[in-house]
């Protein structure tokens, strides 16, 4: 069993920066690719972003690339998500995933997932 937790989130204004951190317990964190998702009220499940096993390799969202950039330490059991010149449209819940697989961009291709943690960008 894996339990992810995330946290970072908070209030902020529109051109302010967040990181995110994810922590994985339960089993070996380095042999798991890693991704995050957010979600916004009404809207389905959107991916940002997804980092490789080793974090060689890294993916991003139309949306958030050349803003958001995602990182892991595995000696940490931690992923991380930063996030500079935030948007209002950037407001959502934003969940860590892992998958036994590799980079993925579909929720439903992952097999565990943190509670979430509220990100909200004022204007």
């Known amino acids: 069993q894996v339990q992810l937790v995330e946290s970072g989130g908070g209030l902020v204004q529109a051109g302010d920066s967040l990181r995110l951190s994810c922590i994985a317990s339960?089993?070996?964190?380095?042999?798991?690719?890693m991704g995050w998702f957010r979600q916004a009220p009404g809207k389905e499940r959107e991916f940002v972003a997804a980092?490789?096993?080793?974090?060689?390799?890294?993916l991003y969202g139309d949306s958030v690339k050349g803003r958001f950039t995602i990182s892991r330490d595995n000696a940490k059991n931690t992923v991380y998500l930063q996030m500079n010149s935030l948007k209002p449209e950037d407001t959502a819940v934003y969940y860590c995933g892992l998958n036994y697989e590799g980079i993925r961009i579909r929720d439903r291709e992952y097999d565990y997932w943190g509670q979430g943690t509220q990100v909200t960008v004022s204007s």
């Open positions: 339960g089993r070996t964190f380095s042999i798991y690719a």
């Open positions: 980092i490789s096993r080793g974090g060689v390799s890294t």
